[in-house]
């Protein structure tokens, strides 16, 4: 039923796990109206013609409504309104939560591209490669004005705001490539800012990922995978650099080791760890060991669970999230620390775990 519909209204394909469900809350919507303005529209017909007048003193006689009728007029629309929020509101929770074993992946969107971080280390333009069967978060923002990614096998779409993090998460349940599009007007080139989502199959992924742990391999050096191979078929597309002002084809690039690590460095460089600890004691700041995911109230009053989201504004907005107790003294870094940074320096804190923690995590509450 679900692909008869898809296939009437040209629908994309469905390829994560949300993709179904969305498109069956469409469905429901779009029939429930069909039927309800069919109604209508011949109901009034109808009426036009039967109780049209017909002579001068063709008067229309005074109707009172029962209670009965009262209730069903209100009652069917508040219960139909009622059944589509409860199951909006179910697919969009499920939608806003990732899995907790979901992986991450950090986006940045920027006149006129997609650039895609993942914390094992490599660095990519235009192409995101994801394994199939398992739930990827990712984590968005935009080096310049806000973009959208969206793709819509997925039926996924999230802003990418400049000095924030966003996320969204799917689940590729084929291998295929799929085309990301940026769905926020950006400027001159917004019509052409696409990428690819490749879903390999998880061995084919690891391979992927093996090789790029090696250093950074250029698309031509690489040994392709199946679904590369296949995709050599195609029409040649030119690799380009990061800074052409060209968004199609892919790139890798970037340092070798993994994000946490590349993290440390630029905490040190950007002078982080004078005010901040890694081992514990407070100092001018709070300390980063155990900071991810602990909550701290700030000095508005305001609690917060110290996420990618949190973490980032407060390197970008420091006056507005101090920690309850210490002074406002750290400068804003929005428009100072590159996004790749602001990535590095969340991998680095999520690596800071005392002993103690990663006990109470290993063998659960
Ligand atoms: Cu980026 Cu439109």
């Keep these: 039923m679900n692909e008869v519909f898809r296939r009437i209204l040209f629908l994309p394909e469905q390829a994560s796990t949300i993709a179904k469900d969305v ?18 529209l011949g109901l009034s017909a109808y009426f036009i013609i039967r109780f049209r007048r017909r002579s001068e003193t063709d008067v229309t006689p005074k109707i ?27 697919d969009f ?72 993090y ?51 391999v250029s698309r031509r050096d690489a040994t392709p995978s199946a679904p590369e191979r296949e995709e050599s078929q195609k029409p040649a597309r030119q690799a380009v650099r990061y800074d052409a002002q ?32 890694v081992d514990g004691t407070a100092h001018i700041g709070p300390t980063w060991l155990d900071l991810y995911g602990r909550r701290e109230r700030l000095a508005s009053g305001e609690t917060v669970v110290a996420d990618e989201a949190y973490l980032t504004e407060s390197m970008m907005n420091p006056r507005e999230q101090v920690v309850a107790g210490f002074e ?14 602001v990535a590095a320096l969340v991998e680095y804190i999520k690596t800071l775990r005392s002993a103690r923690l990663e006990t109470i995590r290993s063998e659960g509450p």
């Design 64 to 90: 009172q409504t029962t209670l009965g009728w009262e209730v069903l007029f209100v009652g069917v629309p508040l219960t139909t309104f009622l059944a589509w929020f409860f199951i909006g509101f179910h």
């Design 166 to 216: 966003t996320q969204t998460w799917f689940e590729v349940t084929k291998p295929g490539s799929y085309r990301v599009m940026c769905a926020e007007f950006c400027g001159l080139k917004h019509s052409e800012m696409w990428a690819e989502v490749v879903a390999l199959s998880p061995e084919d992924y690891e391979a992927w990922m093996q090789e790029q742990r090696r250093g950074p």
């Design 23 to 40: 498109d069956s809350l469409h469905y429901v919507i779009i029939t429930t109206a069909m039927v309800v303005a069919t109604l209508v």
């Design 328 to 341: 406002p003294v750290m400068p804003a870094f929005l428009g100072v620390l590159e996004a790749a940074e």
């Design 246 to 277: 060209e968004p199609h084809g892919e790139v890798m690039y970037g340092e070798r080791g993994t994000l946490a690590a590349r993290g440390e460095r630029v905490a040190a460089e950007r002078g982080c760890l004078k005010c901040h600890t």
């Design 93 to 164: 929770i499920r939608m806003q939560t990732p899995p907790p074993d979901a992986m991450d992946v950090y986006v940045v969107g920027k006149q006129w591209m997609w650039q895609f971080t993942y914390p094992e280390g490599p660095n990519a333009i235009g192409v995101l490669r994801v394994p199939v069967g398992r739930p990827v978060r990712l984590l968005l923002t935009s080096r310049d004005v806000i973009h959208s990614f969206y793709v819509p096998a997925f039926r996924i779409k999230q802003d990418a705001l400049p000095g924030a």
